[in-house]
Nanobody, 115 residues
Framework: QVQLVESGGGLVQAGGSVRRACGVS????????MGWYRQAPGKGHEFVAA???????LYEDSVKGRFTISRDNAKNTMYLQIDNLQAEDTATYYC?????????WGKGTLVTVLS
């Protein structure tokens, strides 16, 4: 069973930065595509960013230029750097991993932007 554990986040001042991490218990981490979704209070899930096994990245248009997704295959960890945080970034952030046609998800952690 694949397990994903997010860390980072909490309360952050508007205009500040935060780095989210997602640690994965998956032997073949390096060949898996991964990414992040978020859910703001009272809203549905929103795609944020994805990173392919080869390193190609994809971002939702509204976060381009402020969000950076990356991965460290040696540490089985994926990251999401968020800069210039804005109130609308307040959300629970979930990481996911694709394997064999299935998606595996972390439990999510809340990032609250204080204005």
């Amino acid at each position: 069973q694949v397990q994903l554990v997010e860390s980072g986040g909490g309360l952050v001042q508007a205009g500040g930065s935060v780095r989210r991490a997602c640690g994965v218990s998956e032997r073949a981490f390096s060949i898996r595509d991964m990414g992040w979704y978020r859910q703001a209070p009272g809203k549905g899930h929103e795609f944020v960013a994805a990173i392919k096994s080869g390193g190609d990245t994809l971002y939702e248009d509204s976060v381009k230029g402020r969000f950076t997704i990356s991965r460290d295959n040696a540490k089985n960890t994926m990251y999401l750097q968020i800069d210039n945080l804005q109130a609308e970034d307040t959300a629970t952030y979930y990481c996911f991993l694709e394997r064999g046609g299935r998606d595996f998800w972390g439990k999510g952690t809340l990032v609250t932007v204080l204005s």
